[in-house]
Every structure is written in structure tokens, then in C-alpha cells.
């Protein structure tokens, strides 16, 4: 009779330890929203809603995409500082939030939250219309250095907009580069023959490009894409200029540690998800996981440099 009171003292124990367990692994939220700075059809938003159908079921949660316009993206960046840090918001970070943060005054920086993970480097493409006369980049900079040409960039504080800039510099032309809040109204503006190049991600072109409408010219990545190969650089065209957009987020100040935690296996667990993998490969991005420690240290880095850039470059005081 003893021992069966031992063995049932023990089995309500191990039950007891297992939904403990089964709660401390349960998400604090049932809803977690996603802000991004990006209109709808743009990089960031069409890279979300894709990472969402992975991210959502990992974490047990239903995920919503909140597109927050205004302000470069400042908007959205005082829509994540004055959430509350309980695991239900986060903002998805490109370079762009340190661009608005530093070429404008913002109420809330890019120091007024908290970076969480990093997941990709995503690839930035110099594009044009099918039927435009410009076959190559250099094409592009011959129109630009005889006529002045018009090149378009998704916004005034974007890393695409200060690529743009770099290689007017680097070519030694005055093409006007024209911002805009999104890519999507970008691509338009670039197919109806407004401007004659834009700059975008694969994910955003991937439609267009298949259709025929859009034809690619360089990429500003470091190599080559192996989607693209006959795609050639920027760099190997004869100008120094590579840029580097990582995509990653970022959580309200103060998020409690097991939250980053779970985001941390939960990020992982998605980039090595067999389709997913898939997917993300056909877009040309490359998977470059930064825990919350060493992502903490990559954008105050980052933050440092591209202030550093702007300054020497008398784009900021």
C-alpha cells in the first residue's frame, strides 16, 4: 500500500514538473503584430508575410503584419518604443531605421529600443523597365552624365537611397535620386518610364521579373547572386560601392529575458525549416543569425559607422 502512495506522490510529481514546463514554453500573448515601415508590396512587407506563416505556428501565436507609414519609418519606430515590452510587438529592422534615425530628429531613435535577432543580409538589385532603352548600368550613368537621369529610391533615409548616392559619387554624375514611402509605388514609377532605374530586393521584383516587365542591371552585394549569375556587381563594374541590408527586429526596451530567448530557438528553428529554406534561397537572401547579444553589438556598430559616413560626407552636421 506504501509504495503505491510512493508511485502515485511520484507520477503527480512528474506531471506537476511537465505542465510546468508546458507553461513556461506557452507564449506570454496570443497575438504578436510585426510593424514594419514598409506600404504594402514592398520588401519588407512581402518578406513579413512570407516569414510569418513559419514564424507564427513556432512561437503559437497568430501573427499580424502592421504596415506603419510616416516619416521614413520614424513613425513606426515611436509605435514600437511606446509599446508596452510584453512580447506582443516588434518592429522588423533594415538599415532604414538607422537612417531616419540619424538624418532626421526623431522623437524616438533607433537607441529608443531594443535590437532582439538578426535573420538575413538581403541583396539590393538595380532594376529598370523591360522595354527601356538601358541595357546595362553603364547605359544608365551615360544617360545620367549627358542628360541628367532619374534614379528612384524606396525613401529619403533608406540604405537604397545613400546607395544611390554613393554611386552618383562614384560615377561622378548628378542623376536626381527621387525617394518615395515605398517600393511598390517605386517599381511603378520605374515601369511607366518616370524613372529610368529603381533599387529593390529580390522579393519585391521576383513577380515583375518573371513577368518579363523588369530587367535587372547589377546588384550592390558583394558577389554575385546565384539566382542571377549573369547579373554582375557593381564592384566588379569599376565602383567601389557594396552595401550590405540586414533584416532582422526589434522589441520595445525592457522585453523580459525568456521572451528573447524564445525568439532566439524560434528564429533558428525557421531558417532551418526545409521549406522555408527553400523559399528564402529563391529569394536570394542569405540566412545570417545574430543572437540578441552579438545583434546588440552589430547595430550599435553599424549606427556608428553610418554616422561616421553621413558626417564625412556633409549629409548630416
Given at each position: 500500500?506504501?509504495s503505491?502512495?510512493?508511485?502515485?506522490?511520484?507520477t503527480a510529481?512528474?506531471l506537476?514538473?511537465?505542465?510546468?514546463?508546458?507553461v513556461?514554453?506557452?507564449?506570454?500573448?496570443?497575438?504578436?503584430?510585426?510593424?514594419?515601415h514598409?506600404?504594402?508590396?514592398?520588401g519588407?512587407?512581402v518578406?513579413?508575410?512570407?516569414?510569418?506563416?513559419?514564424?507564427?505556428?513556432?512561437?503559437?501565436?497568430?501573427?499580424?503584419?502592421?504596415n506603419v507609414?510616416?516619416?521614413?519609418?520614424?513613425?513606426?519606430?515611436?509605435?514600437?518604443?511606446?509599446?508596452?515590452?510584453d512580447?506582443s510587438?516588434?518592429?522588423?529592422?533594415?538599415?532604414?531605421?538607422?537612417?531616419?534615425?540619424?538624418m532626421?530628429?526623431?522623437e524616438?531613435s533607433?537607441?529608443?529600443?531594443?535590437?532582439?535577432?538578426?535573420?538575413?543580409?538581403?541583396?539590393?538589385?538595380?532594376?529598370?523597365a523591360a522595354n527601356s532603352p538601358?541595357r546595362?548600368l553603364?547605359?544608365?550613368?551615360?544617360?545620367?552624365?549627358?542628360?541628367?537621369g532619374?534614379?528612384?529610391?524606396?525613401n529619403p533615409?533608406?540604405l537604397?537611397?545613400?546607395?544611390?548616392?554613393?554611386?552618383k559619387s562614384?560615377?561622378?554624375?548628378?542623376?536626381?535620386?527621387?525617394?518615395?514611402e515605398?517600393?511598390?509605388d517605386?517599381?511603378?514609377?520605374?515601369?511607366?518610364?518616370?524613372?529610368?532605374?529603381?533599387?529593390?530586393?529580390?522579393?519585391?521584383?521576383?513577380?515583375?521579373?518573371e513577368?518579363?516587365?523588369?530587367?535587372?542591371?547589377?546588384?550592390?552585394?558583394?558577389?554575385?547572386?546565384?539566382?542571377?549569375?549573369?547579373?554582375?556587381?557593381?564592384?566588379?563594374?569599376?565602383?567601389?560601392?557594396i552595401?550590405r541590408?540586414?533584416?532582422?527586429?526589434?522589441?520595445?526596451?525592457?522585453?523580459?529575458?525568456?521572451?528573447?530567448?524564445?525568439?532566439?530557438?524560434?528564429?533558428?528553428?525557421v531558417?532551418?525549416?526545409?521549406e522555408?529554406?527553400?523559399?528564402y534561397t529563391?529569394?536570394?537572401l542569405?540566412a545570417?543569425?545574430?543572437?540578441?547579444?552579438?545583434y546588440?553589438?552589430?547595430?550599435a556598430q553599424?549606427?556608428?559607422?553610418?554616422?561616421e559616413?553621413?558626417?564625412?560626407?556633409?549629409?548630416?552636421?
Amino acid at each position: 500500500m506504501m509504495s503505491l502512495v510512493i508511485r502515485n506522490i511520484v507520477t503527480a510529481g512528474i506531471l506537476f514538473i511537465l505542465s510546468l514546463s508546458a507553461v513556461a514554453q506557452s507564449y506570454p500573448v496570443n497575438t504578436v503584430t510585426i510593424i514594419t515601415h514598409s506600404s504594402p508590396g514592398g520588401g519588407s512587407d512581402v518578406f513579413l508575410r512570407e516569414l510569418s506563416r513559419y514564424l507564427a505556428p513556432e512561437l503559437g501565436v497568430d501573427m499580424v503584419v502592421k504596415n506603419v507609414s510616416g516619416g521614413s519609418g520614424a513613425t513606426a519606430i515611436a509605435e514600437l518604443a511606446t509599446s508596452p515590452a510584453d512580447g506582443s510587438t516588434f518592429y522588423a529592422t533594415t538599415p532604414t531605421f538607422i537612417y531616419t534615425s540619424l538624418m532626421s530628429d526623431p522623437e524616438y531613435s533607433y537607441q529608443d529600443v531594443e535590437p532582439l535577432v538578426n535573420m538575413f543580409t538581403d541583396p539590393e538589385l538595380i532594376y529598370t523597365a523591360a522595354n527601356s532603352p538601358y541595357r546595362s548600368l553603364k547605359d544608365v550613368i551615360d544617360k545620367a552624365r549627358n542628360s541628367r537621369g532619374r534614379w528612384g529610391a524606396a525613401n529619403p533615409a533608406s540604405l537604397e537611397r545613400q546607395a544611390l548616392e554613393q554611386l552618383k559619387s562614384a560615377t561622378g554624375v548628378s542623376a536626381a535620386v527621387v525617394s518615395h514611402e515605398g517600393g511598390g509605388d517605386l517599381m511603378i514609377n520605374v515601369l511607366n518610364g518616370t524613372l529610368d532605374i529603381g533599387v529593390g530586393e529580390a522579393q519585391e521584383l521576383g513577380s515583375q521579373l518573371e513577368a518579363g516587365k523588369l530587367r535587372l542591371l547589377a546588384t550592390f552585394s558583394d558577389r554575385r547572386l546565384a539566382q542571377y549569375p549573369d547579373v554582375p556587381t557593381v564592384h566588379e563594374l569599376g565602383y567601389n560601392v557594396i552595401v550590405r541590408k540586414f533584416r532582422g527586429f526589434a522589441a520595445p526596451k525592457g522585453l523580459p529575458a525568456h521572451i528573447v530567448s524564445r525568439w532566439e530557438r524560434a528564429i533558428q528553428n525557421v531558417l532551418n525549416h526545409p521549406e522555408y529554406q527553400a523559399a528564402y534561397t529563391a529569394d536570394n537572401l542569405r540566412a545570417d543569425f545574430l543572437n540578441n547579444a552579438d545583434y546588440k553589438k552589430f547595430i550599435a556598430q553599424f549606427g556608428t559607422e553610418t554616422e561616421e559616413y553621413l558626417r564625412s560626407t556633409g549629409v548630416i552636421e
